[in-house]
């Protein structure tokens, strides 16, 4: 009698592949060449399709969370592991329901596929197992939230095969580092890349060997090709050789968007490679920290420190004393007062415009209340005014409306998205600061700093507390 069971292949015989941990992990971000109007576009439409997936798992996960909640009695009696089974609350069965808003939606199979609504599924299940099961500490998280369409800006890839070829689904990378060098070349032989790269085409991916591109194939309108754009300074030249060498490495890939005011459609998009291998460490800096870990290994630093300035002394054994005293000198304090007062007129425009848009959330300042008044006593008509006041808000200074919910012009996300943009560039400009203010240092006084008999990183975990 045969048996109306549906067939699967059944468990993986061989042995499943497992990333080395000790090749180590390094992830490269490559700029994607989003200038085409129409890649643009497909671009777009997946990420409104993949949004529209992950918020209609996120919904029916959350309901599922809600009835599993609910259902003490049936977990008492039975078990908690029967009733999520029941609720539908697993990796197989978010993984089934995103399929199954895909297949109900015909529209989204142009842009989505069913790989990527499975990964989109597996970020879902994450966030519900954090709130269901406990962590090392005996903690759950909360419950789930929907996410908003402007925090979405990751579409997950599926990992490369490392043990069948030319198996890679979802976001592949396709082509080589020297075909791409040869193909921006100019008459120099310089690596020089144009403002608009040239549209790539191959019907041989997996032969192909010409400049970088980004590929999603399984779409109804055709694959998506979208150009790379390597940084083209020579000091980034052996990051890229480190990285893009050896393409048996590559592992995975992620499309990330970011809010960029100057880019076309107010987004740039980038792919994360996930490369297995070390980080990039320069030749100068590994000599640079096998010196200093050699001369200053007898060195004892002291370290004290303040608001506004930093005093290092070194010595060793008593003998051989170093100082040192690291402040902000006069140029970088006219550039910080500046940038505070380029943030202030920002804010400010940020402010006016969401209380204009969102006048019923506010109240009249006191000046424009009692000239209200005024107006009123003397019989004139009320005047149209931005208020100025504090939002409704309860007895607890609880807003009565979430901030969520306002109405926002495109001119104040451009000034939002040029906010984060600019805060993202000072706070990397101080991350490279600190970073070569800390390598000189160390280079000078040693390693083994001590700040009031503590180790500093133990020390340093306690401050503002």
């Known amino acids: 009698m045969a048996s109306s069971e549906k067939r699967t292949r059944g468990p993986n015989r061989g042995a499943a592949w497992a990333r080395n941990p000790e090749a180590g992990m390094s992830v490269l971000r490559l700029a994607l ?213 050896d393409p048996s490495r590559w592992h995975k890939i992620d499309v990330v968007r970011t809010q960029d005011p100057e880019a076309a459609g107010g987004w740039r998009y980038e792919a994360h490679l996930m490369v297995l291998t070390q980080p990039y460490v320069s030749a100068s800096t590994t000599q640079r920290r096998a010196r200093a870990a050699i001369e200053t290994a007898d060195r004892t630093v002291g370290i004290d420190v303040n608001v506004s ?34 943030e202030r007129r920002r804010q400010r425009a940020l402010d006016r415009s969401r209380r204009a848009l969102n006048r019923q959330h506010y109240q009249l300042s006191k000046r424009q209340a009692k000239r209200a008044r005024r107006r009123a006593e003397a019989g004139l008509s009320p005047v149209d005014v931005i208020p100025a006041g504090p939002r409704l808000a309860r007895a607890d200074r609880v807003p009565l409306t979430s901030y969520k919910t306002d109405r926002l012009s495109a001119r104040h996300r451009q000034l939002r998205a040029a906010q984060v943009a600019d805060a993202a560039s000072a706070t990397q400009a101080r991350r490279d600061h600190a970073r070569e203010v800390a390598a000189g240092l160390v280079a000078r006084h040693g390693y083994q700093i001590v700040v009031e008999d503590v180790r500093l990183p133990s020390w340093s975990a306690s401050w503002g507390r």
Not at 39 to 67: D, F, I, L, T
Not at 178 to 189: C, E, L, Q, S
Not at 318 to 339: K, W
């Open 33 to 245: 060449d989003t200038s085409d109007p129409l890649q643009r576009a497909r671009v777009e439409a997946m990420y409104q399709g993949a949004y529209q997936v992950k918020r209609a798992s996120q919904r029916q996960a959350k309901n599922a969370c809600r009835a599993f909640w609910a259902a003490c009695h049936e977990r008492d009696e039975k078990s908690p592991a029967s009733v999520r089974e029941r609720v539908g609350l697993s990796r197989t069965s978010l993984e089934h329901a995103a399929y199954g808003h895909l297949d109900a939606a015909p529209h989204l199979r142009r842009h989505v596929t069913k790989a990527l609504a499975m990964h989109l599924a597996d970020g879902v299940w994450t966030a519900v197992e954090r709130h269901l099961f406990r962590d090392a500490s005996g903690k759950r998280h909360g419950a789930l939230r929907i996410g908003r369409w402007y925090n979405f800006t990751r579409l997950p890839g599926r990992a490369r095969s490392h043990t069948t070829e030319r198996k890679w689904e979802t976001f592949r990378l396709h082509g080589t580092l020297a075909g791409h060098r040869a193909a921006y070349a100019d008459r120099n032989g310089h690596f020089v890349q144009p403002r608009t790269l040239q549209p790539i085409h191959s019907d041989a991916w997996w032969t192909y060997a010409g400049p970088l591109a980004l590929v999603f194939s399984g779409l109804a309108d055709g694959t998506l090709v979208l150009p790379v754009r390597l940084p083209t300074a020579p000091s980034n030249q052996p990051a890229l050789d480190h990285h893009l060498a």
């Open 309 to 342: 300035k930093l005093s290092v002394a070194s010595h060793v054994t008593g003998r051989d004393v170093r100082l040192s005293r690291i402040v902000r000198d006069e140029p970088r304090q006219q550039r910080d007062r500046g940038r505070t007062r380029r």
